[in-house]
């Protein structure tokens, strides 16, 4: 598979699961099972995946599928892998687990499982809060952004920390192969996915999965945001091969931050002082990422306080 | 046949080499490291055909059972104490998805008062997460019960987990000779492991998919009569494994000259053996004493207890935990049992964070069940060996 038209077409996830119109998550999960095909196997932990995928007696999973609890993703597929291992079934072992399952709660499991260097891919579902319970902060949501547990108060406004980078940590067991994804960039994303498909040992796809109600978007606007998110260096699209890193893709400019905030109402509240403090941050990232100095404007020009344009009332599915 | 002299920890490992265990994910934790390092040398030693999984956790440990087990092989491990309350939210998946996982608990105190002995508040307390639980008095009957279980848990009638607990370093730690049965006799015993449900992508099944309301209590259900259904299990394998090797333990629980005892003490553990001398020193005194050496914590012999003890006056029960609640668990279970029954029930804790059991403490319990079966006024419940100014 190399590009969006070698992808199969049967779906592995089906249609008919319960996620929100517009979900990065869903259409990321969707896209990565239809590429690793009906020879795989599911374990999810606590998550939006663990309640839209499958709702007894219903499922949407064509493939066998396992789900039980939050933390232990790593684990649990390890288990499942050493099981057909032993039974002589070559099949691939994936667990899909959200940016609280895998940065927090199920770091140590995750490092566990990639230090053993498990034969399994673990994909990282990363839509940046703990969504599934309603929003709460992660160590995977961005400065400033709003959650119910960093609300915009009259003190203090929104989440105070840089998002963790986990597949940085991840990358430093020495496991085969490590890459962050965007559905955005499908060519990439298919790339990728082929890759880890392919290779043997532990795999860790990281992918940006916008959340409609709880970014405080449009359910139209996901893939936009994603690409934007890039474009920003809100995001950087690589992968670590055997321990070489290697960006896949580099925007030509480097669009202002604004641009991605003003799109999305969790960060409508911030101050010019907050955006200033994020873009210095994103600067200082593109200069690590990209081996260059951030180019202008952003960086040269911090940006001006503007008016974010979306009013941020967007409660699909809650 | 051979007979070894090894620990309990040993004994256990012996037995789950020779169930043939194929996945075992381990973590350190006294008293029950010798067991993974046992077994771990059994593999690189090619004498057992297994993977070891170095687990980063005892969480990790119960979650990467489950994947193996829900993979469809036979898979074991062991724990203790803290290592076991780490596993705790893994134990109530694993009885529910009804994968029949066997874990060797190697009882330890658990939480503050902090200590390494032996102390029955580790496992005791999990006896609602659905795993049954059968307690040993020797390290044959660990090596025995490792076996067995799983034969009880992988019964088509039951498919539960199910924990094989030995007291820590009284068992764990100490030598016995052991007769470790034949390969041949244990493949007799034990046939090959059949999973009713298995994660194979030529087969796709879900297991455990969020349950509405509208389903949960019947999946809970059939977990409470597979517990109930492990009652015939257990005695069958109590039989079969008595006609193959000739040693018997008599299922739920063991009688003690209890043909024409007036008066008992039940409880769980290396308890038993000093129990026991108790039972012949005050039968030599003309005493009619008997014994239940309970060995099921779950199922709990409930109207098997009952049947037992009809002809008793009183009994005691000896719990090596508390429930800070003015009686032990061990007591709640069998006065629930007895209800009715006309008999007088008193607890008895005692052996606390590991300390010694004499038969002289022994003496004493039986002492107070003696008078309350005369029809005198005693405690409820005595902690026993109490230091000065506490007792």
New interface residues.
């Given amino acids: 598979m190399r590009s969006m038209k070698d992808v199969p077409r049967e779906d592995i996830l089906t249609h008919g699961h319960g996620a929100c119109p517009g979900c990065g998550y869903a259409v990321t999960a969707k896209n990565i099972a239809k590429m690793l095909g009906?020879?795989?196997?599911v374990?999810v932990p606590a998550s939006c995946l663990?309640?839209f995928?499958?709702?007894?007696?219903?499922?949407a999973?064509?493939?066998?599928?396992?789900?039980?609890?939050f933390?232990?993703t790593?684990?649990?597929?390890?288990?499942?892998?050493?099981?057909?291992?032993?039974?002589h079934?070559d099949?691939t072992v994936v667990g899909m687990a959200g940016d609280g399952g895998t940065f927090d709660i199920g770091l140590?499991?995750l490092?566990?499982a990639a230090?053993?260097n498990e034969d399994i891919i673990y994909v990282c579902l990363d839509n940046e809060a703990y969504m599934n319970t309603g929003i709460q902060r992660s160590s995977a949501t961005p400065f400033g952004a709003w959650t119910t547990t960093t609300p915009a108060g009259l003190e203090v406004k929104g989440n105070r920390r840089f998002k963790k980078d986990i597949a940085r940590i991840v990358a430093d067991h020495d496991v085969p192969y490590v890459a962050t994804l965007s559905v955005a960039h499908f060519t990439d994303f298919v790339r990728k996915v082929q890759k880890a498909k392919e290779m043997r040992g532990f795999r860790f796809l990281h992918c940006l999965t916008p959340c409609i109600p709880g970014w405080r978007i449009e359910p139209s606007k996901g893939v936009s945001i994603n690409r934007l998110a890039v474009e920003t260096g809100m995001w950087t699209l690589y992968e670590v091969e055997n321990g070489v890193p290697r960006v896949t893709y580099k925007p030509k400019v480097m669009a202002p931050v604004t641009e991605y905030l003003k799109l999305q109402g969790r960060f409508k509240h911030m101050g010019e002082a907050d955006v200033r403090t994020l873009q210095a941050w994103l600067c200082e990232k593109w200069r690590a990422n990209y081996g260059e100095e951030a180019p202008s404007p952003p960086c040269v020009l911090p940006p001006k306080e503007e008016v974010l344009a979306h009013d941020g009332d967007t409660l699909y599915g809650i | 046949m051979a007979v070894k002299t090894i620990t309990g920890d040993q004994a256990v490992a012996y037995g789950a080499m020779l169930a043939r265990a194929e996945v075992v994910p381990g973590f350190p934790i006294t008293p029950q490291t010798i067991i993974i390092e046992q077994i771990s040398e059994f593999i690189n030693d090619g004498l057992m055909d297994a993977d070891f999984i170095p687990a980063e956790s005892e969480h990790s440990v119960m979650s990467v059972a489950i994947g193996a087990s829900a993979g469809g092989v036979r898979t074991f491990t062991a724990t203790s104490s803290q290592g076991l309350a780490l596993m705790y939210e893994m134990l109530f998946a694993a009885a529910p998805i009804r994968l029949p996982v066997v874990m060797a608990v190697a009882n330890r105190s658990l939480g503050a008062a902090s200590g390494i002995w032996t102390e029955h508040n580790d496992s005791v307390p999990v006896r609602e997460s659905g795993w049954l639980q059968v307690y040993v008095e020797s390290n044959q009957e660990a090596l025995d019960m490792t076996i067995q279980a799983f034969r009880i848990a992988e019964d088509r009638r039951v498919m539960l987990p199910i924990m094989v607990c030995l007291d820590g370093f009284i068992l764990s730690h100490v030598v016995e000779g052991v007769d470790i049965p034949e390969q041949a006799v244990v493949d007799r015993f034990l046939p090959k492991f059949s999973p009713v449900n298995v994660l194979d992508p030529r087969d796709p099944v879900m297991m455990n998919p969020v349950t509405p309301p509208e389903f949960a209590t019947e999946m809970r259900y059939q977990q409470d009569r597979a517990v109930e259904a492990a009652r015939v299990a257990i005695a069958e394998a109590d039989e079969e494994f008595a006609a193959l090797t000739g040693r018997r333990y008599g299922g739920l629980f063991e009688s003690y000259r209890m043909d024409d005892a007036e008066y008992a003490l039940a409880g769980l553990g290396t308890w038993a053996g000093i129990a026991r001398e108790a039972v012949d020193q005050l039968r030599s005194e003309g005493k009619k004493a008997g014994l239940i050496k309970l060995r099921y914590m779950r199922p709990f012999p409930g109207q098997e207890l009952r049947q037992a003890t009809l002809n008793l006056k009183s009994l005691g029960t000896f719990d090596r935990s508390a429930a800070f609640n003015g009686y032990g668990p061990l007591f709640t279970e069998v006065r629930n049992a007895l209800y009715g029954s006309g008999i007088m029930v008193t607890d008895h804790i005692a052996g606390i964070g590991g300390r010694d059991i004499t038969v002289e403490t022994v003496r004493d319990m039986y002492d107070i069940v003696e008078r309350s079966a005369r029809g005198e006024q005693v405690r409820d419940c005595t902690w026993h060996t109490l230091r000065g100014e506490m007792q």
């Fill in positions: 009906p020879n795989t196997v374990y663990v309640v995928g499958a709702l007894y007696p219903y499922s999973w064509k493939t066998p599928y396992l789900f039980t609890a933390e232990n790593g684990a649990v597929t390890t288990g499942i892998k050493a099981a057909l291992r032993r039974r079934i099949a140590q499991a490092s566990g230090e053993r």
